[in-house]
């Protein structure tokens, strides 16, 4: 069973950073790759960043290109996104699956919320 447990979401002054992490479990890790998305309120969700299977590729949305880093840890069935230089307009719950530029897994985790406020 596919499970995908993201955390590390709180509040955020403006020019801050947070490092958000996704545990995922019930499949070949490795042999996936992994993106961040998230989801505003009112709004649809949308892709932030993905990492290819051994982390060779990476891709990231035009708005957070520059200040956002994914990683992963495959010994760790683990993916990672470092929020730099947050803005407000980058509130949302975040959330993680697999895949390149589409979602792979039709259920996904609960997402951790990021508010960016002063």
């Known amino acids: 069973q596919v499970q995908l447990v993201e955390s590390g979401g709180g509040l955020v002054q403006p020019g801050g950073s947070r490092r958000l992490s996704c545990l995922a479990t019930?499949?070949?890790?490795?042999?996936?790759?992994m993106s961040w998305y998230r989801q505003a309120a009112g709004k649809e969700r949308e892709l932030v960043a993905g990492?290819?299977?051994?982390?060779?590729?990476?891709n990231y949305g035009d708005s957070v290109k520059g200040r956002f880093t994914i990683s992963r840890d495959n010994g760790k069935n683990m993916v990672y996104l470092q929020m730099n230089s947050l803005k407000p307009e980058d509130t949302a719950v975040y959330y993680c699956?697999?895949?390149?530029?589409?979602?792979?897994?039709?259920?996904w985790g609960q997402g951790t919320q990021v508010t960016v406020s002063p």
């Open positions: 699956n697999a895949g390149w530029r589409a979602p792979t897994w039709t259920s």
């Open positions: 019930g499949f070949e890790f490795r042999l996936y790759a």
């Open positions: 990492i290819q299977s051994f982390g060779g590729s990476t």
